[in-house]
């Protein structure tokens, strides 16, 4: 059954608001539209290519302006209580149905994909959480100032997704949306003021490389980004050193599988895959898997589906691209299906299949933006698994199968953000969603998503600001090591040779050096330990990642009772923890056997904790179920401080592995026994031997190694404002999940009991990931 042809649109609406605004739109600012003078504008225009009206291109004293309101737009709102707060989401809810038909009108005019009752449905759900923070999140209190900063292709349901759930949590918000977003964004701002919203609790600054500068404000507590992965490095980057914490949501040009198993319903899989990859403006790419016992017939039903099929509009200059990687997967042997030949023209392309296409072709690897649709064959589950997580993102997958067990396997086994069965982006505010891989470091939706935008109660401002150090980045960790020279002069009180643990062994570093460990005070030599290098890195990660894999798979009762067994190794080994304490800190007997205490204590916490902390069904207003699902990270690597070494330590490997990770750590650089007493706990538990490796060494080389590994994950770095700002900038490309701290962190943060302290180190470990089972 074929499409009926679409209405014919109106923007009437639309025109008369740009006339009320001599299409001109200037920045939004303090609750009210300001024209600055003096300054450049960019010119929007339609699907037609005419323009239609002009944004202000802000400079420095616009942000500064903007950065003022909204601080006291923070005190304002954030002085509310929760009903207040949630009584105004509501009645926006109410305005934008009022002027639904502007909404509309402005996102069909520029070619940006929002329905207004999405929007609703987002300010319905937060509203609720706005209402309940105080009640179901207690212990956490808002940030400050948000920045929202969004691609020129993000959608505006992108960019109310991420400014809702600051605002329901009591932040103030700065918006610099995309171009083309830019007009419906500031209608919306200006009917939040109208639903009775204070004014500077949000603003909004358009122009071009805005948000880097708006980021670098000491205003701004907070940076969240959404589009396209470049666009978000080079804010990471931009904001390297500068003590703000960025998360991105790589959303836009992501690869993504679409898998056919024979077990499927093959009509409505083709008809599927033709509306996904065809039918919808793309966000994403999608690759067509398709089990080789049913190729010929969705490859078959692929042909009468797309007879007919018009040629689509290509993007100025794409059609170079798009001809470019046709042609090398011909090369390599694939076959193309579609509806008609490609015409001369360089602005319209025929819908088109390409059968037969390599993992490692062009069209795959790196796909043209152009009505493309490679497809790929597997044999066995296991092979669409991998191809499917072939791929370097991993925000979403549509499996297509009447075998639910085989469907939820799946499921599992894919890493990205979002799997929909038997259907397609199919989205609901209350399902979160992490960006896998280089898909992002941010999780948007759901309960989950709203501790981006928290903080908690008893702890300072999160990552005091601070300027970036003038810092090379291409030597930074390289300095050579301190050469040891060995003093014989007495064998009897020959200092101790401490090991490290890599691969589940104790062992010296590969480099053969050492670095001496001093007492406290400086005067007394202790022993000696490995100066670990980049090749102890190498070999932590790989048996790290051998183990992984299965211990993941541990049953939650499994794991927990593996933690309880490090537990009490740990306290039969009390009284040798305490003395080394003592002797390499030189604090008291009695300030030692409490760290050591509460080291046993907060394991066993991990422990109780491993089955209570994890996902389950989601309330989603449609017929179906979905699942939410807490995904660990992988291989974490963790930078130690030197403030309680022991219970740092052990605060920072419970959450770790008791979520499913496998742990790299560096231990204090100027407290590193006490760590490495930790290795005659571990090797006395159960735990399998490499989840957990300690190297010791210069904490700059041994950071340099973990950021430059790309299968390490995330890093957790309590160190040098040098050694932060140079993860902010390294770890952006492949993206990692980020914990940068000062070399302390917070007076009395580890000797913290409460469970909001422990439920941020548990939720910094996992990555969330949302599955859709529609039942109708």
């Given at each position: 059954?074929?499409?009926?042809?679409?209405?014919?649109?109106?923007?009437?609406?639309?025109?008369?608001?740009?006339d009320?605004?001599?299409?001109?739109?200037?920045l939004?600012i303090?609750?009210?539209?300001?024209?600055?003078?003096?300054?450049?504008?960019?010119?929007?225009?339609?699907?037609?290519?005419?323009?239609?009206?002009?944004?202000?291109?802000?400079?420095?004293?616009?942000?500064?302006?903007?950065?003022?309101?909204?601080?006291?737009?923070?005190?304002?709102?954030?002085?509310?209580?929760?009903?207040?707060?949630?009584?105004?989401?509501?009645?926006?809810?109410?305005?934008?149905?009022?002027?639904?038909?502007?909404?509309?009108?402005?996102?069909?005019?520029?070619?940006?994909?929002?329905?207004?009752?999405?929007?609703?449905?987002?300010?319905?759900?937060?509203?609720?959480?706005?209402?309940?923070?105080?009640?179901?999140?207690?212990?956490?209190?808002?940030?400050?100032?948000?920045?929202?900063?969004?691609?020129?292709?993000?959608?505006?349901?992108?960019?109310?997704?991420?400014?809702?759930?600051?605002?329901?949590?009591?932040?103030?918000?700065?918006?610099?949306?995309?171009?083309?977003?830019?007009?419906?964004?500031?209608?919306l701002?200006?009917?939040?003021?109208?639903?009775?919203?204070?004014?500077?609790?949000?603003?909004?600054?358009?122009?071009?490389?805005?948000?880097?500068?708006?980021?670098?404000?000491?205003?701004?507590?907070?940076?969240?980004?959404?589009?396209?992965?470049?666009?978000?490095?080079?804010?990471?980057?931009?904001t390297a050193?500068?003590?703000?914490?960025?998360?991105?949501?790589?959303?836009?040009?992501?690869?993504?599988?679409?898998?056919?198993?024979?077990?499927?319903?093959?009509?409505?899989?083709v008809?599927?895959?033709?509306?996904?990859?065809?039918?919808?403006?793309k966000?994403?790419?999608?690759?067509?898997?398709?089990?080789?016992?049913?190729?010929?017939?969705?490859?078959?039903?692929?042909?009468?589906?797309?007879?007919?099929?018009?040629?689509?509009?290509?993007?100025?200059?794409?059609?170079?691209?798009?001809?470019?990687?046709?042609?090398?997967?011909?090369?390599?042997?694939?076959?193309?299906?579609?509806?008609?030949?490609?015409?001369?023209?360089?602005?319209?392309?025929?819908?088109?299949?390409?059968?037969?296409?390599?993992?490692?072709?062009?069209?795959?690897?790196?796909?043209?933006?152009?009505?493309?649709?490679?497809?790929?064959?597997?044999?066995?589950?296991?092979?669409?698994?991998t191809?499917?997580?072939h791929?370097?993102?991993?925000?979403?997958?549509?499996?297509?199968?009447?075998?639910?067990?085989?469907?939820?396997?799946?499921?599992?086994?894919?890493?990205?953000?979002?799997?929909?069965?038997?259907?397609?982006?199919?989205?609901?505010?209350?399902?979160?969603?992490?960006?896998?891989?280089?898909s992002?470091t941010?999780?948007?939706?759901?309960?989950?998503?709203?501790?981006?935008?928290?903080?908690?109660?008893?702890?300072?401002?999160?990552?005091?600001?601070?300027?970036?150090?003038?810092?090379d980045?291409?030597?930074?960790?390289v300095?050579?090591?301190?050469?040891?020279?060995?003093?014989?002069?007495?064998?009897?009180?020959?200092?101790?040779?401490?090991?490290?643990?890599?691969?589940?062994?104790?062992?010296?570093?590969?480099?053969?050096?050492?670095?001496?460990?001093?007492s406290?005070?400086?005067?007394?030599?202790?022993?000696?330990?490995p100066?670990?290098?980049?090749?102890?890195?190498?070999?932590a990660?790989?048996?790290?990642?051998?183990?992984?894999?299965?211990?993941?798979?541990?049953?939650?009762?499994?794991?927990?009772?593996?933690?309880?067994?490090?537990?009490k190794?740990?306290?039969?080994?009390?009284?040798?923890?305490?003395?080394?304490?003592?002797?390499?800190?030189?604090?008291?007997?009695?300030?030692?056997g409490?760290?050591?205490?509460?080291?046993?204590?907060?394991?066993?916490?991990?422990?109780?904790?491993?089955?209570?902390?994890?996902?389950?069904?989601?309330p989603?207003?449609?017929?179906?179920?979905?699942?939410?699902?807490?995904?660990?990270?992988?291989?974490?690597?963790?930078?130690?401080?030197?403030?309680?070494?022991?219970?740092?330590?052990?605060?920072?490997?419970?959450?770790?592995?008791?979520?499913?990770?496998?742990?790299?750590?560096?231990?204090?650089?100027?407290?590193?026994?006490?760590?490495?007493?930790?290795?005659?706990?571990?090797?006395?538990?159960?735990?399998?031997?490499?989840?957990?490796?300690?190297?010791?060494?210069?904490?700059?080389?041994?950071?340099?190694?973990?950021?430059?590994h790309?299968?390490?994950?995330?890093?957790?770095?309590?160190?040098?404002?040098?050694?932060?700002?140079?993860l902010?900038d390294t770890?952006?490309?492949?993206?990692?999940?980020?914990?940068?701290?000062?070399?302390?962190?917070?007076?009395?943060?580890?000797?913290?009991?409460?469970?909001?302290f422990?439920?941020?180190?548990?939720?910094?470990?996992?990555?969330?990931?949302?599955?859709?089972?529609?039942?109708?």
């Amino acid at each position: 059954m074929e499409y009926g042809p679409t209405a014919s649109s109106s923007t009437a609406t639309a025109q008369a608001w740009l006339d009320h605004h001599s299409r001109s739109l200037g920045l939004f600012i303090n609750g009210k539209f300001v024209l600055p003078a003096n300054r450049q504008s960019r010119s929007l225009v339609d699907s037609k290519g005419d323009t239609v009206c002009s944004t202000v291109c802000a400079i420095e004293d616009d942000v500064l302006q903007c950065a003022t309101s909204s601080v006291s737009g923070f005190k304002s709102w954030s002085g509310l209580n929760c009903r207040q707060r949630a009584k105004v989401l509501l009645r926006l809810a109410d305005v934008l149905g009022q002027h639904a038909a502007c909404v509309s009108e402005l996102c069909s005019l520029f070619e940006v994909q929002c329905s207004p009752a999405s929007v609703v449905r987002l300010l319905q759900y937060y509203s609720s959480w706005a209402q309940l923070r105080d009640t179901l999140l207690a212990g956490w209190t808002p940030l400050g100032v948000v920045h929202v900063v969004c691609s020129d292709e993000c959608s505006l349901y992108c960019i109310m997704a991420k400014v809702l759930p600051a605002l329901a949590m009591g932040n103030s918000v700065i918006i610099v949306p995309g171009h083309n977003a830019a007009p419906s964004t500031l209608l919306l701002a200006q009917l939040f003021i109208a639903a009775g919203l204070p004014a500077g609790a949000l603003n909004i600054i358009t122009g071009s490389d805005i948000g880097a500068k708006v980021a670098q404000n000491p205003s701004i507590s907070y940076v969240t980004y959404s589009g396209n992965k470049q666009d978000g490095v080079n804010l990471c980057k931009a904001t390297a050193g500068f003590g703000v914490p960025v998360s991105v949501s790589a959303s836009i040009g992501a690869t993504c599988p679409f898998i056919i198993f024979d077990t499927a319903d093959i009509d409505s899989a083709v008809d599927g895959v033709i509306e996904a990859a065809f039918k919808k403006k793309k966000e994403v790419h999608w690759v067509l898997l398709v089990q080789e016992s049913v190729v010929n017939n969705v490859v078959a039903r692929l042909k009468l589906r797309m007879t007919g099929m018009k040629s689509v509009p290509l993007a100025s200059g794409a059609r170079v691209l798009v001809d470019a990687v046709v042609q090398a997967a011909q090369q390599e042997g694939a076959t193309l299906i579609h509806p008609c030949e490609p015409v001369s023209s360089d602005a319209l392309y025929p819908p088109t299949v390409i059968c037969g296409a390599a993992p490692s072709s062009p069209c795959v690897v790196s796909p043209a933006p152009g009505p493309l649709l490679p497809l790929m064959t597997f044999r066995v589950n296991s092979e669409a698994v991998t191809v499917g997580n072939h791929s370097p993102h991993g925000m979403a997958a549509s499996i297509w199968t009447e075998d639910l067990t085989l469907a939820l396997e799946t499921a599992k086994s894919l890493f990205v953000g979002c799997v929909w069965v038997n259907s397609h982006s199919f989205s609901d505010p209350c399902m979160p969603v992490s960006g896998h891989k280089d898909s992002g470091t941010c999780t948007d939706g759901g309960q989950e998503g709203l501790y981006h935008f928290l903080r908690l109660s008893s702890s300072k401002m999160p990552n005091p600001r601070s300027s970036p150090v003038s810092l090379d980045y291409a030597k930074f960790g390289v300095a050579a090591s301190t050469i040891i020279i060995p003093d014989d002069s007495d064998p009897a009180c020959s200092p101790k040779m401490y090991q490290q643990l890599v691969g589940g062994k104790t062992c010296k570093s590969v480099s053969g050096g050492s670095v001496s460990v001093l007492s406290a005070d400086g005067a007394k030599l202790l022993g000696y330990c490995p100066d670990g290098s980049r090749k102890d890195v190498r070999n932590a990660v790989e048996a790290a990642t051998k183990v992984q894999s299965g211990w993941v798979k541990k049953s939650l009762s499994a794991r927990s009772q593996l933690l309880y067994s490090l537990a009490k190794s740990l306290e039969a080994k009390k009284k040798d923890f305490v003395a080394c304490l003592c002797a390499q800190t030189s604090v008291s007997a009695e300030a030692a056997g409490s760290e050591v205490e509460l080291s046993v204590t907060r394991l066993s916490d991990w422990a109780a904790l491993c089955d209570k902390m994890h996902g389950g069904s989601l309330p989603v207003p449609h017929s179906g179920t979905a699942l939410s699902l807490a995904d660990p990270l992988g291989v974490i690597g963790i930078v130690l401080p030197d403030r309680s070494p022991l219970l740092s330590a052990v605060t920072l490997l419970g959450a770790a592995i008791a979520t499913g990770n496998a742990v790299i750590m560096v231990p204090s650089q100027k407290y590193p026994l006490p760590t490495l007493m930790l290795i005659q706990a571990l090797q006395c538990s159960a735990l399998p031997p490499g989840l957990v490796s300690i190297i010791t060494g210069s904490k700059d080389q041994l950071t340099v190694a973990l950021a430059n590994h790309s299968v390490i994950k995330g890093i957790w770095y309590w160190g040098s404002a040098e050694g932060c700002q140079y993860l902010q900038d390294t770890c952006s490309s492949p993206l990692k999940t980020l914990v940068c701290q000062g070399d302390d962190g917070e007076e009395g943060e580890w000797a913290r009991c409460d469970l909001a302290f422990l439920e941020r180190q548990w939720r910094r470990a996992v990555q969330w990931k949302s599955v859709w089972l529609p039942t109708a």
